[in-house]
């Protein structure tokens, strides 16, 4: 029994990192020079005004690659309607946050270095894993939707109506990808379309979206615009074909470690303390 308090102590940790991110209200709106230096009129609250102390060293320290894959997944979780209003720096500071408690936690429950660390990681990783499954399944979601919504704008260019214009009816379509044009469109007020669906799709990090953005510059520059944008569609509907009959034959090398993990490991772990635990116990005796 003495060894489970451990288990139960990390288990009731993680607990509470869970309901406090899935249960806390969202706080307003605030990007990272507003965290820093917040504008008149905008005052953070809750998460972000507790963990603003720890902006200006996360924005100083946390390397660039770092910030960038927090950046992305912000952009698709914010997408599917999560994490509204956070910026990239103020989700590290909750990963650092979560982590320097886990190690208080693990230092005061336990006391030993090895476990303190686990539940300091498991503070520091938990966000990051929350936020991320909801990037990952947004991001495939889109993908899918994409090949479906060029198809639907090159059927509009194909009445004879202009490239932007046929971006903007479709905009209404209720999808993800419709969704993005439409926050593009919010975005683009008083500014070129192609060139803000280029710095959105930049900012998505999603080569399908940054292939798309840049080759709508191509056409819009070209004669034949009803071909090239058949063409196009056309052609992301081959890329993501290709990429999902790829994804398909890998399944099945992806599922053996998590086969692993949940049945075989489980089964070995039972064994060996079945057989070990007696062993210990008359060695303990002799």
Same mark, same amino acid.
């Given at each position: 029994?003495?060894? *489970?308090? +451990? *288990?139960?102590?990390? $288990?009731?940790?993680?607990?509470?990192?869970?309901?406090?991110?899935?249960?806390?209200? &969202?706080? +307003?709106?605030?990007? /990272?020079?507003?965290?820093?230096?917040?504008?008149?009129?905008?005052? *953070?609250?809750?998460?972000?005004?507790?963990?603003?102390? /720890?902006?200006?060293?996360?924005?100083?320290?946390?390397? &660039?690659?770092?910030?960038?894959?927090?950046? &992305?997944? /912000?952009?698709?979780?914010?997408?599917?309607?999560?994490?509204?209003?956070?910026?990239?720096?103020?989700?590290?500071?909750?990963?650092?946050? &979560?982590?320097?408690?886990?190690?208080?936690?693990? =230092?005061?429950? @336990?006391?030993?270095?090895?476990?303190? *660390?686990?539940?300091? %990681?498991?503070?520091?990783?938990?966000?990051?894993?929350?936020?991320?499954?909801?990037?990952?399944?947004?991001?495939?979601?889109?993908?899918?939707? /994409?090949?479906?919504?060029?198809?639907?704008?090159?059927?509009?260019?194909?009445?004879?109506?202009?490239?932007?214009?046929?971006?903007?009816?479709?905009?209404?379509?209720?999808?993800?990808?419709?969704?993005?044009?439409?926050?593009? %469109?919010?975005?683009?007020?008083?500014?070129?379309?192609? #060139?803000?669906?280029?710095?959105?799709? !930049?900012?998505?990090?999603?080569?399908?979206?940054?292939?798309?953005?840049? !080759?709508?510059?191509?056409?819009?520059? $070209?004669?034949?615009?009803? #071909?090239?944008? $058949?063409?196009?569609?056309?052609?992301?509907?081959?890329?993501?074909? $290709?990429?999902?009959? !790829?994804?398909? #034959?890998?399944?099945?090398? #992806?599922?053996?470690?998590?086969?692993?993990? @949940?049945?075989?490991?489980?089964?070995?772990? =039972?064994?060996?303390?079945?057989?070990?635990?007696?062993?210990?116990?008359?060695?303990?005796?002799?």
């Amino acid at each position: 029994m003495t060894a *489970l308090i +451990p *288990l139960i102590g990390i $288990g009731v940790f993680a607990l509470i990192i869970y309901l406090k991110l899935e249960l806390a209200p &969202a706080a +307003p709106t605030g990007r /990272l020079a507003e965290t820093l230096t917040p504008a008149d009129g905008i005052v *953070l609250t809750g998460w972000r005004r507790s963990l603003s102390v /720890l902006d200006k060293p996360v924005s100083k320290w946390s390397p &660039a690659g770092f910030v960038r894959k927090a950046r &992305a997944d /912000l952009y698709w979780a914010q997408l599917a309607g999560k994490w509204m209003d956070w910026n990239d720096v103020q989700f590290i500071s909750l990963r650092v946050a &979560a982590a320097i408690g886990g190690a208080i936690v693990g =230092t005061v429950v @336990f006391g030993e270095p090895v476990l303190t *660390l686990v539940v300091a %990681l498991i503070g520091f990783q938990y966000p990051a894993m929350a936020m991320g499954g909801i990037a990952r399944r947004t991001r495939r979601q889109f993908t899918a939707q /994409l090949p479906e919504y060029v198809q639907l704008v090159s059927a509009q260019m194909s009445a004879n109506v202009s490239m932007e214009e046929a971006l903007r009816r479709t905009s209404q379509a209720q999808s993800l990808a419709g969704k993005w044009m439409r926050k593009v %469109l919010q975005m683009a007020q008083g500014r070129d379309l192609v #060139e803000q669906m280029q710095r959105e799709a !930049q900012e998505s990090q999603l080569p399908e979206l940054i292939g798309m953005a840049v !080759q709508l510059e191509f056409i819009r520059r $070209g004669t034949a615009q009803q #071909e090239l944008m $058949g063409q196009l569609a056309t052609s992301i509907a081959a890329d993501y074909i $290709g990429n999902a009959e !790829q994804r398909a #034959e890998k399944i099945g090398s #992806e599922l053996v470690i998590p086969m692993v993990i @949940f049945y075989f490991l489980p089964f070995m772990v =039972t064994l060996l303390i079945v057989i070990g635990w007696p062993i210990v116990q008359n060695l303990g005796g002799m």
